[in-house]
């Protein structure tokens, strides 16, 4: 039986130099299984007048304006986050190469993308479901990129002495957070900012949200972990007169009593899992669990 043609989206962080020779092998890997290759425009310029690389590309997109079996995205966990907002709706499985240290969902190492593509050419490859959260403001404020895989942080403004933050919970009164900030992660995104700040770690497919205060002006305050498919309403105070809401980081001004509502989102985000790719074996070496040998 004859293979179909794959197609891959390559996205990739314009802001990684000398990367060229792990590129360049992805690069080599897709034409040699004579896959379709359509790449982000801002990258395909990155690679040919920056990194001098040449891309046989069979097409140039922007915006959402592309269609693949998958998506590559080459560099961290943030650039895989920023894939993943490009790809919203469209249900395309994203396959996150590491340019850098290993990442929870950039887990594939340039090394082993033959491999890789091998395994996907072969349908030999899991799928995780990743949920999102989706963020709404009075206003709009957040225009396209109201989704997050990580988490969505409500945070004072650098100079401003704390917040205060009433939680709803579908509709029943939770709490008023007086703290610098409060993060509300998905189980993607437990492992990253809301860990720091002493969040629980949320294995992922659990059909769960966390709630953890940024550093609480009350200790007997503690993460809360809530079902997916609750609503949850934040109304903020501040002498300043305003906050932040930062989306997977990126962040935006709000006024004081604009009011935010986050929900699970309509979609979910695709992940491609090489199936010898365990989440355990990830965590326990990000973690650095068992790495003293007493």
């Given at each position: 039986?004859?293979?179909?043609?794959?197609?891959?989206?390559?996205?990739?962080?314009?802001?990684?130099?000398?990367?060229?020779?792990?590129?360049?092998?992805?690069?080599?890997?897709?034409?040699?299984?004579?896959?379709?290759?359509?790449?982000?425009?801002?990258?395909?310029?990155?690679?040919?007048?920056n990194?001098?690389?040449?891309?046989n590309?069979?097409?140039?997109?922007?915006?959402d304006?592309?269609?693949?079996?998958?998506?590559?995205?080459?560099?961290?966990?943030?650039?895989?986050?920023?894939?993943?907002?490009?790809?919203?709706?469209?249900?395309?499985?994203?396959?996150?190469?590491?340019?850098?240290?290993?990442?929870?969902?950039?887990?594939?190492?340039?090394?082993?993308?033959?491999?890789?593509?091998?395994?996907?050419?072969q349908?030999?490859?899991?799928?995780?479901?990743?949920?999102?959260?989706?963020?709404?403001?009075?206003?709009?404020?957040?225009?396209?990129?109201?989704?997050?895989?990580?988490?969505?942080?409500?945070?004072?403004?650098?100079?401003?002495?704390?917040?205060?933050?009433?939680?709803?919970?579908?509709?029943q009164?939770?709490?008023?957070?007086?703290?610098?900030?409060?993060?509300?992660?998905?189980?993607?995104?437990?492992?990253?900012?809301?860990?720091?700040?002493?969040?629980?770690?949320?294995?992922?497919?659990?059909?769960?949200?966390?709630?953890?205060?940024?550093?609480?002006?009350?200790?007997?305050?503690?993460?809360?972990?809530?079902?997916?498919?609750?609503?949850?309403?934040?109304?903020?105070e501040?002498?300043?007169?305003?906050?932040?809401?930062?989306?997977?980081?990126?962040?935006?001004?709000?006024?004081?009593?604009?009011?935010?509502?986050?929900?699970?989102?309509?979609?979910?985000?695709?992940?491609?899992?090489?199936?010898?790719?365990?989440?355990?074996?990830?965590?326990?070496?990000?973690m650095?669990?068992?790495?003293?040998?007493?």
């Open positions: 039986m004859e293979h179909r043609r794959l197609r891959f989206a390559l996205f990739g962080n314009i802001y990684q130099a000398r990367k060229s020779a792990s590129i360049q092998k992805v690069l080599s890997c897709i034409a040699n299984h004579d896959a379709e290759l359509y790449v982000d425009m801002e990258y395909y310029y990155f690679l040919k007048d990194q001098r690389l040449s891309v590309a069979t097409k140039v997109f922007t915006g304006d592309f269609d693949a079996d998958f998506v590559i995205s080459m560099g961290g966990d943030g650039t895989f986050l920023k894939a993943a907002s490009r790809v919203g709706h469209k249900d395309i499985p994203i396959l996150g190469v590491n340019m850098g240290r290993l990442g929870f969902l950039a887990d594939i190492s340039p090394d082993d993308i033959e491999h890789c593509i091998n395994a996907l050419a349908d030999d490859f899991a799928i995780e479901s990743r949920a999102l959260i989706q963020v709404e403001a009075d206003g709009n404020l957040l225009g396209d990129f109201s989704y997050a895989l990580n988490d969505v942080a409500i945070l004072k403004r650098d100079t401003a002495s704390m917040i205060s933050i009433r939680a709803n919970i579908n509709g009164y939770l709490n008023t957070y007086q703290a610098d900030g409060l993060v509300v992660s998905t189980p993607t995104g437990s492992t990253a900012y809301s860990l720091s700040n002493g969040g629980p770690i949320i294995v992922p497919g659990t059909k769960v949200f966390s709630m953890t205060a940024v550093a609480p002006h009350s200790l007997n305050v503690r993460p809360i972990v809530i079902p997916d498919s609750a609503v949850v309403d934040l109304d903020v501040s002498r300043s007169h305003n906050f932040l809401v930062a989306i997977d980081g990126r962040s935006e001004k709000c006024k004081e009593g604009t009011k935010i509502t986050l929900r699970r989102a309509p979609y979910d985000v695709k992940v491609v899992k090489r199936s010898d790719h365990r989440y355990f074996n990830t965590l326990r070496e990000k650095m669990w068992g790495a003293d040998s007493r």
